[in-house]
Structures are given as structure tokens and as C-alpha cells.
T-cell receptor, first 113, second 116 residues
Framework: DGGITQSPKYLFRKEGQNVTLSCEQN?????MYWYRQDPGQGLRLIYY???????QKGDIAEGYSVSREKKESFPLTVTSAQKNPTAFYLC????????????FGPGTRLLVL | AQSVTQLDSQVPVFEEAPVELRCNYSSSVSVYLFWYVQYPNQGLQLLLK??????LVKGINGFEAEFNKSQTSFHLRKPSVHISDTAEYFCAVSASYTGTASKLTFGTGTRLQVTL
């Protein structure tokens, strides 16, 4: 089955720790995205990538980093510089043209210990 | 830049009643419009989208939406809701450029609560 997988489902971060959220897709999509979801705020774009080895900052990139070494994978690292990381993180992908539907993964919930 | 306003954070409705979820947008350029649904602790699923053409768009699960350019609105409707429609609904907009990945701007969501 084609789709987007995110792991882990739940992730716990200690103070000062970097953590990495995984996102993999087998839809052969060129574009991939990371969103952060907080209660009452909807989804906000963190980073997006249109092609391999290229990515752009979204609206709330501070404290996050990404890489796009393979078409199928777009991992997100939440660094220690992100002071309020507790949120639901959603990865999405699309064919790459802006009218195309974005397909979402099941999400990762990040909690701070 | 684009922005989306979903005025109703929660909409309670009885099963088999009609429902309308409101969405207004702001943009200085032409836009594409989307409605997504999110069930608890899951990702988002596309309900429908407006790209061009007919302003009445039909989607999955019996939902439809109407694009009104003069009122900059894209309200979502369903004539008769079911318990299983209980979920969070997000309206989203992107600028209608070509050749680039879509940067979606989302509204804050409307929680539809269907009861017996």
C-alpha cells in the first residue's frame, strides 16, 4: 500500500536534547512538508522540500532542522533551541505542483519530560 | 501572503441535521482552496478542493463546498450528518502559482460534534 509513515507515534524529549522525527513516503512524490499542530492554532508550516537536496523554511523554522538526502525520506530534528516543542507533528507529501493534494502521515506526538 | 479564518471553533449538531462550517480567506492573488478532515490522533484527509471552474465542489462522504469570490468564502456543507462525521475540519488556501510546491495556509479548525 502506498502512503506516508511517521515514527515514532510518541516521543519524549529531555531538556537540552535533540530528537529526530522520521517521515517516509512511497508515493513517489517530489515535495514533502513538516507541520506543527497546537490546540486551537491549526497547522503551521515548519519546513518544506520540493526536490531532493533542497528545502526551504516555513513560517516557524526556528529551533528545527531537516534534511532531504533521499526522495522518500524527510526527517525533522527538533533541537534544544526549540523551547516549546510539545506538539503534534505532521508530515505530508505531494506531487510538487501547488494544486496537488497534500497527503498526510499519522503524526508524531512530542512530549517534554 | 494568505490567511484563513474559521470563525466557529466548535459546531454541535444532531445526527441527520444539516451543517455548515464557515471559512473565509484573504489573499492578494488568486487562490486554490481545500477542506481537510482530521479524526482524533490521526493525520489529515482531503475532503474536497477548488481549483477552478464550477464554484460548487463535491467531495467525499457527502460533503460539498461553494466558492464565493466576492465574499472570499468557501463554506463546507452537508445536508445530513452522521455520528461518524464527528471530527476536526480544516480549511486551507494556497496561492495559485504554477510550478512550485503548494504552501498551504490553514485555518484554526472547527470541531464538529454530532450527537444523537
Amino acid at each position: 500500500d502506498g502512503g506516508i509513515t511517521q515514527s515514532p507515534k510518541y516521543l519524549f524529549r529531555k531538556e537540552g536534547q535533540n530528537v529526530t522525527l522520521s517521515c517516509e513516503q512511497n508515493l513517489n512524490h517530489d515535495a514533502m512538508y513538516w507541520y506543527r499542530q497546537d490546540p486551537g492554532q491549526g497547522l503551521r508550516l515548519i519546513y518544506y522540500s520540493q526536490i531532493v537536496n533542497d528545502f526551504q523554511k516555513g513560517d516557524i523554522a526556528e529551533g528545527y532542522s531537516v534534511s532531504r538526502e533521499k526522495k522518500e525520506s524527510f526527517p525533522l530534528t527538533v533541537t534544544s533551541a526549540q523551547k516549546n516543542p510539545t506538539a503534534f507533528y505532521l508530515c505530508a507529501s505531494s506531487l510538487g505542483q501547488n494544486q496537488e493534494t497534500q497527503y498526510f502521515g499519522p503524526g508524531t506526538r512530542l512530549l517534554v519530560l | 501572503a494568505q490567511s484563513v479564518t474559521q470563525l466557529d471553533s466548535q459546531v454541535p449538531v444532531f445526527e441527520e441535521a444539516p451543517v455548515e462550517l464557515r471559512c473565509n480567506y484573504s489573499s492578494s492573488v488568486s487562490v486554490y482552496l481545500f477542506w481537510y478532515v482530521q479524526y482524533p490522533n490521526q493525520g489529515l484527509q482531503l475532503l474536497l478542493k477548488y481549483l477552478s471552474g464550477s464554484t460548487l465542489v463535491k467531495g467525499i462522504n457527502g460533503f460539498e463546498a461553494e466558492f464565493n469570490k466576492s465574499q472570499t468564502s468557501f463554506h463546507l456543507r452537508k445536508p445530513s450528518v452522521h455520528i461518524s462525521d464527528t471530527a476536526e475540519y480544516f480549511c486551507a488556501v494556497s496561492a495559485s502559482y504554477t510550478g512550485t510546491a503548494s504552501k498551504l495556509t490553514f485555518g484554526t479548525g472547527t470541531r464538529l460534534q454530532v450527537t444523537l
